[in-house]
């Protein structure tokens, strides 16, 4: 009946929607093999660092799945991966309140830049917070990029429009659908406002040469990685990836993340752990 149902579809022109499966990148040789879902650590190049150095001591095959917070945290309660870096404190509190996640561990941190076009047409640039510089891009009805993707970026976009007291919409209000780099450049192409995490602007600001940082330095605006993993008796590579996290906080690891992008960029493209600790 399902075949004879799609064929009609076909005969119809009607083509059904289907649902793609995440990106997976695999690092490491190892034989304890374990699944981690994430977004820009994964997509900005530091999870490779990290999990090529723990594989090659602890005989360990990471599979990266690339997803923003919201996917991550379903496809850890779903029992998909093993383990999640997410930015979203909130949820990762009510998934180990709810029982499917375990072994919170703050890893590091970044903060939010709104980006925009140079000329700064809503006049953010002096904005005293956030708030007020949203404010400032609805009153003009400046375009404005928004991922719409239910990722800690967006859930933390959609946090400000509520302190602002605002429900975004209109012609104005661009949705993507899509990761940060993808956004950021599609900002650039409709001389948009973006809200881009430091860590992304900072490696790929080249992709967006029409914008430029225009507010920063709410401390709203600081985003805080945690990892989480699925709890005792999950099986799979549930244990290898209470491992990894045991590694990611390890004064090993930490000094990764701290110095990563330092050498290209003259900063790091994140924070660790202790200097997080102070937003956390």
């Known amino acids: 009946m399902i075949r004879l149902i799609f064929l009609l579809m076909l005969a119809c022109g009607i083509l059904p929607v289907l649902a793609a499966d995440p990106e997976q990148t695999i690092y490491g040789q190892g034989a304890h093999r374990f699944r981690l879902a994430t977004g820009s650590p994964g997509e900005l190049g530091l999870l490779k660092v990290l999990a090529e150095k723990f594989a090659s001591t602890d005989d360990a095959q ?4 690339k997803a923003g917070t919201g996917q991550s945290l379903n496809l850890l309660r779903d029992k998909k991966v093993d383990m999640v870096m997410v930015h979203a404190p909130a949820q990762v509190d009510q998934a180990i309140k709810d029982g499917w996640a375990t072994g919170k561990t703050l890893i590091g941190s970044n903060e939010f830049y709104i980006v925009g076009p140079k000329a700064d047409p809503a006049k953010i640039a002096t904005a005293t917070s956030a708030v007020e510089a949203y404010r400032r891009i609805a009153a003009a009805q400046s375009p404005f990029v928004s991922r719409g993707d ?3 970026t967006h859930q933390k976009e959609m946090q400000v429009w509520k302190q602002a007291a605002m429900q975004p919409a209109g012609a104005w209000y661009i949705v993507t659908k899509d990761f940060m780099t993808a956004s950021l450049r599609r900002a650039n192409a409709e001389g948009a ?10 490696m790929e600001k080249s992709v967006a040469p029409d914008l430029q940082i225009h507010f920063r330095g ?32 390890s004064p090993q690891g930490q000094e990764i993340i701290a110095q990563y992008g330092r050498d290209r960029f003259g900063e790091g493209l994140y924070n660790d752990a202790a200097y997080a600790r102070q937003f956390d």
């Open 193 to 202: 406002y973006f809200m881009s995490d430091s860590s992304t602007w900072l």
């Open 62 to 65: 990471m599979v990266w799945i």
């Open 218 to 249: 709410d401390r709203f605006l600081v985003n805080t990685y945690h990892a989480i993993v699925a709890p005792a008796g999950a099986g799979g590579g549930r244990d290898t990836a209470e491992k990894f996290i045991a590694f990611v906080a």
């Open 150 to 152: 239910n990722s800690g």
